[in-house]
């Protein structure tokens, strides 16, 4: 059977976008290297640059922040 398929149910359309909560769950994922294949593809069909740049800044910031405070 071919998985390959262009009208897989699961296919993502050009035409979305993706919500906040999932693109800061995607920077979180591939902050702390366990973004899959899968979401990553998604991330480049349907995200914003501009969207994924601010919410990682914020992301690398709080990591820089709580790093600090930690020690």
Not at 33 to 44: A, H, I, L, M, T
Request: proline residues 3%.
């Amino acid at each position: 059977m071919n998985n390959d398929s262009p009208d897989q149910s699961d296919e993502v359309h050009d035409d979305e976008r993706m919500t906040l909560s999932e693109v800061i769950g995607s920077v979180m994922a591939a902050g702390f290297g366990v973004q899959s294949p899968r979401n990553r593809e998604r991330d480049f069909a349907c995200g914003l640059a501009t969207q994924f740049i601010v919410v990682g800044v914020i992301f690398t910031l709080v990591k820089i922040i709580l790093a600090y405070a930690a020690s």
